[in-house]
């Protein structure tokens, strides 16, 4: 099939240019449907980023707004056009769009001055109404202040109330609320220490907006997590969140399996489907597979159809990188788990507080899944609560976890240049140059260790997810610390026969019962030998093998070779 070029959507969030371009649309008008039919008055719909949130707002936008402007060419041929449901609402709204998805600000008085530039754009198409004289003193002025980015918090908490009050008046309909992204400014003062400012605000501006206003048709808003209730949504009775785990809008943002195989037969290149579903599949979403169509659309109009990790390129990642590394206890075993390709199972919370996520782990593997890092595999219920088993969902994600993962592993042992010298020294067999870099990595991580108290266990998982981060191209490495089948602690095992292998048994020293260094590395070797650890890398082929045991005692490592 000869390849054809498609003029294709990347990055256009706004839905009459991407229509007017002639740009590839995938039809999510449906959405329209899925609003009007929802029984609750305001939906919150959370959505990993980059997923169409925001182009699917714009659509709801251009469909139910009042304009003169006749909006039917940018519907013609999508399903919104042909439904009986829809046809009846299109333009014929008051409608307000607001989108924080660029507020990230360092401070809050950076943020409340991105906010009320948004609040400002809101009422610019609107100033005719402050002009014509029709307006209360006391509107007059708030308005004024709004439109002028002069405004009080305490008058911005109004715009919403105040507006929609306005134009449900002037126009004799009700009007829709369109909020996209809301939960960025949030996100921005978790990081930058202004929390609870920024639930505060968007606490009274979305109340005001959306509970109990009679001037309310509809309301629907996005963001990446249901921010917990009680903290922006409290009181908001009318209010219905439809999240990842629910049916009901599972297939209106991201694409689905039939939605890339007609975009690569499009482009007359049905070959590349199998590539895209490895890494940018993976994701059930209301227990349809969704692919990220962030990534899909980036990779489709790259001119070498090299597979990137695109989505995660779009942001930082420093959230979520500072939470695997320094969260809470138990998160690097974890970790470990599922960059070998495994599954944790684990309580899942859709209403998450933020300040709990880096002192819950429970919080913060529901953060991961609510944000798009892993995927639930599979759900069920514990006692009546929600369980899930989490994985990672593609090849994508893994690469950049497992990229966390190994500058964890160089923060701690000094640098990129000395994780390459430890694990050449490991498939040698160096036990010189290995106990070197093991101390080194043991002093930085002091405050995990104690010469009379228990494993270290987080510095031991550390180690072990740096290692699968290090070696996974050339070797699978596997632990099996908490088993209890008298299995190694660490095997490395190469990939194809000839590479060097190893078993590594690690040992804490009992000092209290007079154990020392030398006995327990005697005591480490001897168990490598009398259970014949290496069977597997014999199998494997590994030539040469080592045999290691390290022992720690306090902030010193000791290591030899047998």
């Not at 908490?157 to 939960?183: F, N, T």
């Not at 420093?318 to 939470?323: A, G, I, Q």
């Not at 930085?444 to 996974?472: C, I, K, M, Q, W």
């Amino acid at each position: 099939m000869t390849a054809r070029k498609l003029h294709l959507p990347v990055g256009q969030s706004d839905f009459r240019n991407l229509r007017q371009e002639d740009r590839y649309y995938v039809d999510k008008t449906d959405l329209v449907d899925r609003v009007l039919g929802a029984g609750a008055q305001a939906l919150l719909l959370p959505r990993p980023r980059r997923f169409g949130k925001t182009l699917g707002l714009s659509m709801l936008r251009y469909f139910f707004e009042r304009s003169a402007e006749d909006r039917s060419p940018l519907f013609a041929g999508l399903h919104a056009a042909a439904s009986e449901q829809a046809r009846p609402h299109f333009q014929r709204y008051p409608t307000l769009f607001l989108t924080f998805k660029d507020v990230k600000a360092a401070t809050w008085e950076q943020c409340f001055e991105g906010i009320a530039g948004v609040l400002a754009r809101t009422y610019e198409p609107h100033h005719h109404l402050l002009l014509d004289g029709s307006l209360k003193p006391q509107q007059a002025a708030v308005f004024a202040s709004i439109l002028e980015r002069r405004a009080t918090e305490v008058e911005c908490w109004q715009a919403l109330e105040l507006l929609s009050q306005l134009l449900a008046e002037r126009h004799g309909e009700r009007v829709v609320i369109l909020v996209d992204e809301y939960d960025t400014p949030i996100h921005a003062g978790h990081v930058h220490g202004y929390y609870d400012k920024a639930v505060t605000f968007f606490r009274n501006l979305l109340s005001g907006g959306l509970k109990d206003n009679p001037h309310l048709f509809k309301g629907v808003l996005t963001g990446i997590l249901r921010v917990a209730k009680e903290s922006v949504f409290s009181g908001l009775n009318n209010l219905e969140v439809y999240g990842i785990l629910r049916p009901e809008f599972a297939t209106s943002f991201g694409f689905t399996e039939p939605e890339v195989r007609r975009l690569v037969e499009a482009l007359g290149q049905p070959e590349l489907l199998e590539d895209i579903r490895a890494y940018y599949n993976g994701y059930r979403f209301g227990g349809e597979a969704i692919y990220n169509p962030w990534s899909v659309l980036s990779f489709l109009d790259s001119a070498d159809k090299e597979l990137r990790p695109y989505w995660v390129a779009t942001s930082s990642n420093d959230l979520v990188r500072e939470l695997l590394v320094t969260g809470p206890e138990g998160v690097r075993a974890e970790l470990e788990a599922l960059l070998a390709g495994g599954a944790v199972d684990k309580p899942i919370e859709e209403s998450i507080a933020l300040r709990d996520v880096s002192g819950r782990s429970d919080a913060l593997w529901s953060f991961l899944l609510f944000s798009g890092y892993l995927n639930a595999a599979e759900r069920y219920q514990v006692d009546g609560f929600p369980w899930a088993r989490l994985a990672v969902p593609n090849r994508e994600v893994q690469l950049e976890l497992t990229a966390m993962a190994r500058g964890w592993l160089e923060s701690q042992a000094g640098g990129a240049e000395a994780v390459r010298r430890l694990l050449d020294a490991l498939l040698r067999g160096d036990a010189r140059t290995v106990e070197r870099h093991l101390s080194q990595m043991v002093k930085v991580n002091a405050s995990f260790f104690d010469t009379a108290g228990p494993e270290p266990e987080r510095f031991y998982h550390g180690l072990v997810v740096g290692l699968l981060a290090s070696l996974g191209s050339r070797y699978e490495v596997r632990s099996n610390r908490e088993s209890g089948f008298g299995r190694c602690d660490v095997m490395i095992l190469p990939r194809v026969p000839g590479l060097p292998g190893v078993a590594l048994e690690l040992k804490t020293v009992d000092a209290e019962e007079g154990e020392t260094p030398d006995a327990a590395l005697a005591a480490a070797l001897r168990q490598i030998r009398e259970r014949d650890y290496a069977t597997e890398l014999r199998e494997r082929g590994a030539l040469p093998i080592h045999l290691v045991a390290a022992a720690f005692d306090g902030k010193r490592a000791y290591v030899r070779v047998g």
